[in-house]
């Protein structure tokens, strides 16, 4: 089990950095009057995300640690996204189309939510 966490754990703090130097660049290339690094890792990561799985359904088995090291680890470090992307997809493969499009709203809209309430809730407390 340690070493599962470990691979998470160096996996996440690869993904991270990569994560910020991503944003980093494109913010100096392109500018920062728009998220395009957010964007950018979001659409990266779920693209990986989904050539990872499908490549180790059709041609590579790696370890059970390794696995964990590239998905939970370095994509979920690079971008939490990738994950949320692949179960949204698996809801809508299996044929769960309509819980599909609720589970993509409902994150959407309920992890905004969440941070307009986190800082709402902090300016009344900390004020």
Known sequence: MMGMVLAIAAGGAVGSVARYGTMVWLGR???????????????IGGFVMGALIELMALAWSPSE???????????????T???FSLDA???????????????????????????????????????
């Open 81 to 83: 996204f990738s994950t």
């Open 89 to 127: 997809w698996y809801l809508i493969q299996r044929g769960d189309v309509a819980l599909g499009a609720l589970y993509i709203v409902a994150s959407v809209i309920l992890s905004i939510g969440g941070l307009v309430a986190g800082l709402y809730l902090t300016r009344v407390v900390v004020a």
């Open 65 to 79: 640690t390794m696995r964990v090291f590239l998905t939970v680890g370095i994509l979920g470090g690079f971008t």
């Open 29 to 43: 290339w392109l500018g920062t009057g728009f998220p395009y690094g957010t964007l950018a890792v979001n659409v």
